[in-house]
């Protein structure tokens, strides 16, 4: 593998495989969403109780900050040195039984997967949730070979037998309300119980009943990773059901797909992360199910455990300076729950396996950003993604940072420049005279003419519609700061 980073050519996530290219622009998806009343009220109610829980148990860790900046920098450090860390994973997990195998993209990993499935002779798999096999479009993958991949994190499988997208990282149902579910699972769920009601505790019991016979027939099961850590060569899966322990424990094979930069070095830093990770996810002090594996043990558990690496995209990612720290995200979603682009727009409308401020970065760093154009766009740059990121990643840079980098492929290209560069030409032009821009100060006077009622301008003419259209264009004031300023102080500096 020791070529595996250091490859010529480092490439983005090919076009077509997997779920991170969007069909449809964002802003085209999200006004679509936008109009679904239903969504937006069960985002709306989910998004602030999980901020609330979260809140109440960071407010309880008085060294929390101390805690971000130890996930920051273990993070950094690995990416540093990631080539040497997986290495060492690779020759941790063969000596203790473990097969590794590497994946340059999502074609080579499903390949990789679905050999691995096929040697078993069987034609049916448990999965524990993963976020690395949604973006490579594994179970599509597999059905394609004849392999049924069977969900079971309860929110996953509401999502597949609904034949529906994941919304949300943690939470991939939370755009279904209860009587969604019942509906659902009524209609595709085989043994559903008759008369099933929308109480949670029922909802829960039927899919627990499916998915028990599910487990007791599995001799597969694909899981992702949380953690691995290189020292010892072993995998982490945290979650809150049990369902992931099931599949990591009952099958006589285990495939687990991972990216490459969930590594870390030590075994000591899942001290930090297991308490980084709860916290902002679900809003819990530690997960119910923390499930850890180093290899094979004789006689306990799978028997036959491989673990595939993926980039796809990853070390595109890397060697991008500013915008490498999005490979130190943990999923903990965090970001999405405190995004107010996230809460209205939801997680379609991103079009990618990773929705919100996260996505908005990741999915166009991972494709290369002309694949993707519109997502460093699909956020208001408030900063409270980065507030609440439990390894600090400026997400607000990064989608600056973006932006230039689509403005200049846009201009490289010659086409003709877009309103808004032509906008924001013009005004770099008039900000950079006093003289200009003083006039400029008392022409928009006239726009006091307009908005009087309100106090704000809702309507413009064409091409400036395109701004008041989405939002409200504040009346100009009756006195500039200049003149106030002039006024107060006699033109004294
Ligand atoms: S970017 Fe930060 S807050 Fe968002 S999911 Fe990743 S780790 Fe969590």
């Not at 060492?88 to 499903?110: F, I, K, M, P, S």
């Not at 919100?356 to 993604?385: D, H």
Request: positive net charge; aromatic residues 4%; charged residues 20%.
């Amino acid at each position: 593998m020791s070529t595996f980073l250091g490859m010529p050519g480092r490439a983005h996530a090919p076009a077509g495989v997997g779920m991170l290219h969007a069909d449809r622009p964002f802003p085209a998806a999200a006004r679509a969403a936008l109009g679904d009343v239903q969504l937006r009220r069960n985002l709306g109610r989910a998004t602030a109780t999980i901020r609330a829980k979260r809140a109440a148990v960071v407010a309880e860790v008085p060294h929390w900050e101390e805690l971000r900046e130890a996930g920051r920098a273990v993070k950094a450090a690995t990416m540093a040195s990631l080539d040497v860390q997986l290495e060492q994973l690779e020759a941790a997990v063969t000596a203790r039984g473990g097969q590794v195998h590497w994946a340059r993209d999502a074609n080579e990993a499903n390949r990789i997967v679905t050999d691995l499935v096929r040697a078993t002779g069987e034609t049916e798999v448990v999965k524990v949730k993963s976020m690395a096999t949604q973006e490579i479009g594994l179970n599509e993958a597999l059905a394609a070979a004849g392999i049924t991949a069977l969900e079971t994190d309860l929110a996953e499988l509401i999502v597949q037998l609904g034949h529906d997208r994941p919304s949300h990282i943690l939470v991939p149902a939370i755009h279904r309300n209860r009587s969604e579910i019942r509906e659902i699972f009524t209609r595709e769920m085989p043994g559903v119980p008759p008369g099933l009601t929308t109480e949670p505790a029922a909802l829960a019991g039927a899919a627990r009943a499916h998915l028990r016979r599910a487990f007791l027939r599995a001799k597969v099961a694909i899981s992702g990773a949380n953690f691995a850590v290189a020292q010892t060569g072993t995998l982490a899966v945290v979650e809150s059901e049990g369902n992931g322990r099931m599949c990591l424990t009952l099958p006589e094979t285990l495939i687990t797909v991972m990216g490459i930069e969930k590594v870390v070095p030590r075994w000591a830093d899942l001290a930090t992360f297991l308490q980084l990770l709860p916290r902002s996810s679900t809003g819990e002090r530690m997960n119910p199910y923390t499930s850890l594996w180093t290899g094979v043990t004789p006689g306990d558990g799978p028997q036959a455990v491989h673990l595939v690496l993926i980039d796809n995209g990853r070390t595109a990612v890397l060697a991008d300076e500013v915008g490498r720290q999005a490979l130190h995200c943990i999923r903990c979603s965090a970001c999405l729950n405190v995004c107010p682009v996230y809460e209205r727009a939801g997680g379609h409308a991103y079009g990618s396996v990773y929705p919100g401020p996260i996505g908005a970065i990741l999915t166009p760093m991972l494709t290369g950003v002309e694949a993707n154009p519109s997502l460093p766009y699909a956020s208001s740059l408030c900063g409270a993604c980065y507030e609440v990121c439990p390894v600090k990643i400026d997400i607000p840079s990064i989608l600056v940072h973006l932006r230039a980098e689509h403005v200049e492929a846009v201009a490289a290209t010659g086409r003709v420049p877009s309103p808004e560069a032509v906008a924001m030409a013009a005004a770099g032009w008039v900000m950079a005279s006093p003289r200009r821009f003083a006039a400029a100060q008392a022409a928009s006077r006239a726009g006091r003419l307009l908005g009087r009622r309100r106090g704000v301008i809702g309507a413009l003419p064409p091409p400036l519609d395109r701004w008041t259209s989405a939002r409200d264009l504040p009346r100009p004031p009756a006195e500039t700061f200049r003149q106030w300023w002039a006024r107060e102080r006699g033109g004294r500096r």
